[in-house]
């Protein structure tokens, strides 16, 4: 039986083109694997700029916090605060009315009597699948230990330049390894294509 790969062999597939579809499924290409089957791989794969991206925007945001006023930070400290304190609400208010369904189906999970001694696996299988979706989905345990916090200005730039150099650092090294990566895709690009120059 042909797979996605074999079938085109019948249809007269030159050597060329079949080892660059195969080629697909090897890490330099592995991005393209579910591409359609005629996108030809390129002469060249570009890093992505996301990292790029995200240390641009940590450079920015470093920058507006050294221009920052403690009297400035204090204000912004006292919206993010607010604005905290009302996702910390809805996600406590969220699981607790989870919890609540999670509850009352559980409850009627134990109330029903399986038919056969055959469906009591079912019964089982509900009641541990309930149960452990309540320990996980409706523990507000981390939200309590966790409250949000006030910041004064002075801990406000503290904390948000710490996690801005942070930043800066792991996009400056994770970009390094985006083009590392992509120059040793390229490299096994070029060594395939010249390999595949002669009469095939």
Known sequence: MPTGYTEVINEGISFEKFVMQCARAMGACITMRDDSSDTEIPERFEPS???????????????????????????????????????????????????????????????????????????????????????????????????????????YLEKNTTSALRDIDYYKKQNREEIDRINSRNVWIKQLRNSLKGDY
């Open 49 to 155: 700029n996301h990292y790029q991206e995200g240390l641009k925007k940590a450079k920015e945001t470093l920058k507006r916090l050294q221009k920052m006023s403690v009297a400035d930070a204090q204000k912004q400290a006292k919206a993010e605060y607010r604005s905290e304190v009302v996702r910390w609400e809805k996600q406590i208010g969220k699981s607790h009315r989870l919890n609540q369904k999670y509850t009352e189906m559980l409850s009627q999970v134990k109330q029903w009597q399986p038919p056969s001694p055959d469906h009591k696996g079912l019964k089982d299988f509900m009641v541990e699948q309930i149960t452990s979706s309540i320990d996980f989905d409706c523990n507000t345990e981390y939200y309590h230990d966790n409250p949000p916090q006030m910041l004064s200005g002075e801990k």
